[in-house]
């Protein structure tokens, strides 16, 4: 079967600018969260979509949004990029809301100039 | 949620078995143990779960005593490749994330 897939997997963007990445869910998986790792915060909850709906957010500012599609698969978007988003941003798929039990993705590594 | 605390780093040699304690003094009724491994620049992988007395798979072993306030992740005969950071997470379903702390670096050396 098939693992979670991200994609870019490396991103290059410049301060003000917007950026959308990608995440596919193991086949039949319907939940999907999403993740930023920084070396100062270390791994912190960005949101969570389960059945194409925003079921749970974490502390970040509105720049950083997402969406789910009807098949799983999510994106997530940051508008008016800063300094301080770049980071490894990963998506954890699982098969039913609530599970402890998530497959995370490779991650996109996004840098911002 | 369960605060958790784990040592920050921990040495072994190959071919050793390693034990990661985990505290979690205030585990609710409905809290599982779960454990995490993650390597330089790759997200986690869910290694481990339990609720009580022991659990093992291929990769692991989990000890939680009667009580459950700390549990302990055992890797029987390390390699290299086991060098990584271990999470140690406590929460029930219905979670509303997982929350991880700054986890157990464990460096395996020849």
């Known amino acids: 079967k098939a693992g979670v897939t991200q994609t870019p997997r490396y991103l290059i963007k410049t301060r003000g600018q917007q950026v959308t990445l990608s995440c596919s869910p193991i086949?039949?998986?319907?939940?999907v969260s999403w993740y930023q790792q920084t070396p100062g915060q270390g791994l912190q909850f960005l949101f969570e979509?389960?059945?194409?709906?925003?079921?749970n957010k974490g502390n970040f500012p509105g720049r950083f949004s997402g969406r789910q599609f009807s098949n799983s698969r999510s994106e997530m978007n940051v508008s008016t990029l800063e300094l301080g988003d770049s980071a490894l941003y990963l998506c954890?798929?699982?098969?039913?809301?609530?599970?402890?039990?998530?497959?995370f993705g490779p991650g996109t590594r996004l840098t911002v100039t | 949620l369960a605060k958790t605390t784990q040592p920050i780093s921990m040495d072994s040699y190959e071919g050793q078995e390693v034990n990661i304690t985990c505290s979690h003094n205030?585990?609710?009724?409905?809290?599982?143990i779960t454990w995490y491994q993650q390597f330089p620049s790759q997200g986690p992988r869910f290694i481990i779960q339990?609720?009580?007395t022991k659990v093992t798979n291929e990769v692991a072993s989990l000890f939680i005593p009667a009580d459950r306030k700390s549990s302990t992740l055992s890797l029987p005969r390390v390699s290299l490749s086991d060098t990584a950071v271990y999470y140690c997470l406590v929460g029930d379903t219905g979670f509303q994330k997982l929350v991880f702390g700054t986890g157990t670096r464990l460096l395996v050396s020849p």
């Open positions: 979509y389960f059945s194409e709906t925003q079921r």
């Open positions: 086949s039949g998986h319907r939940s």
């Open positions: 339990g609720y009580k």
């Open positions: 954890a798929s699982s098969r039913d809301r609530g599970s402890y039990e998530q497959y």
């Open positions: 205030n585990i609710a009724t409905n809290d599982y």
